[in-house]
């Protein structure tokens, strides 16, 4: 597949101009699958990002988008119809600076995402402000009740390099629909995802200050974000570690928070369920290099059908390909950088040590760029840290359980609860056991949950709050009742 010549935006976008960082400085930007630098990008810092907060602050507390529904549906479709037009250069984007496999595009990162903007401007152009609620009676005397919904205000975003464009549509769109404006601060790995946007977004009628995009290659402006009393929520997707410190940085002044963290989601695969079918599947912890929190890294496996099972996995796994991301055959990619890369083949070694038994790949392919070997791993113990940490890369473990009570226990031995997956040849059974998971979202016999209406978020440490769907947009408003006595009163 021909991708467009890569022409990215490398300006941030504040106060609705694309500008330099005030300082002048520029940070690289790397291909993780050569390790070549694809060029580079305005280096925001303290002072862009303060110019920022204040255009927003500003566009909140004193323009019309908070109270313009009407406007803030026109601006999203505009928004949208931009991206589309964007979209070839968007993929080359993805491929190049996030190692995107370009089959891969469609789906995770570029093309849904575009269209889930079209799914905000309609919800933004539909979103009621009040609704009555019934009549009470208070100390005799009957109360009329209103309720309104409003916008929380001014929205930091921060974002990682996994799926990055997606990332930051899945919160710029619900937190513009809802009338807030944005500060977004992407992930210093993938810039351009995000400032292509600013280059769209300049070409519209959004007002200046409603959406601000502050690349820098400094981590600590995220804390800025969180910590800054101008900012009304913040909204965080990463590491379930960096998210407890954005919760606490948060805390000093109150702001609400919005985290979609790590996961360590199981695929419970039931002892009637077809092997041959089910299990090539495993393969898929893969996809994207692992690079996905809510991919399904543990399979637990019925003990009487262990020996089996492990053999089709280690095929799947054997015969998985990977390697150049514009190669449409690849499913996989590379690791994002080299730090990832190492990250990775450390949890391997460790396994290694632990006695997890190793079955296919565990290192590095002798190439350039930042691979890892698809990697499958057998008698993996359930508490083991190759069982329980958060890994993101192409590592799977297969894990035997004794009996369903045995599975569950298993699956839910966890400090995260994002996702997972039940199969078996019986529905019923598959739903009775996915209902005992402790997870937001779970695929059953190979039924795919994600979409733009779908909730997304975990239980436990896997984050607070939900992305995405009706819920998603509820957590960018507020709720405020007003009371009024009887008509005619």
Known sequence: MALAKLNPETRNFIGGKLVEAQSGARFANLNPANGEVLGDCADGGG??????????????????????????????RELHEGLVAEKEQLRAIAVHEAGAPVSLTGFMHVDDPVSMLGYWAEKAGRLEAEQALPPVSFLGRMQRRLLRREPVGVVGAITPWNVPLYLNIAKIGPALAAGCSVVLKPAPDTPWSATQIGRVAAQTALPPGVLNIVASSDHRLGETLATDPRVDLITFTG?????????????????????ELGGKSAAIVLPDADLESVLPQS??????????????????????????????????????????????????GPQISRAQQRRVLGFIQRGQADGARLLVGG?????????????????????????????????????????EDHAVRIANNSIYGLSGAVFSAD???????????????????????????????????????????????????????????????
């Open 47 to 76: 002072a862009d990002l303060d110019a920022a907060l204040a255009a927003a602050r500003s566009a909140f507390d004193c323009g019309d988008w908070a109270a313009d529904a009407a406007l803030r549906a026109r601006c999203l």
């Open 239 to 259: 590491s379930t570690e960096t998210g407890r410190r954005v919760m606490a940085s948060a805390s000093a002044t109150v702001k609400k928070v919005l985290l």
């Open 283 to 332: 393969a898929m912890t893969c996809i994207h290099a692992g690079q996905g929190c809510a991919i399904t890294t543990r399979w637990l496996l019925p003990r009487s059908r262990y020996a089996e099972a492990l053999a089709i996995m280690q095929r799947a796994f054997a015969n998985w390909r990977y390697g150049d991301p514009t190669d449409p055959a690849n499913l996989q």
């Open 363 to 403: 290192g590095a392919p002798e190439r350039p760029g930042f691979f890892v070997e698809p990697t499958l791993f057998a008698d993996v113990d359930p508490a083991s840290e190759l069982a329980q940490q958060e890994i993101f890369g192409p590592v799977c473990c297969a894990i035997p359980y004794e009996d």
């Open 427 to 489: 529905e019923q059974r598959a739903l009775a056991v996915a209902r005992r998971l402790r997870t937001g979202t779970i695929a059953v016999n190979g039924g795919q949950w994600f979409h733009v209406d779908t909730p997304f978020g975990g239980y436990k440490q896997s984050g607070l709050g939900r992305e995405n769907g009706e819920l998603g947009l509820a957590e960018y408003l507020e709720a405020k009742v007003m009371a009024l006595p009887p008509e005619g009163a």
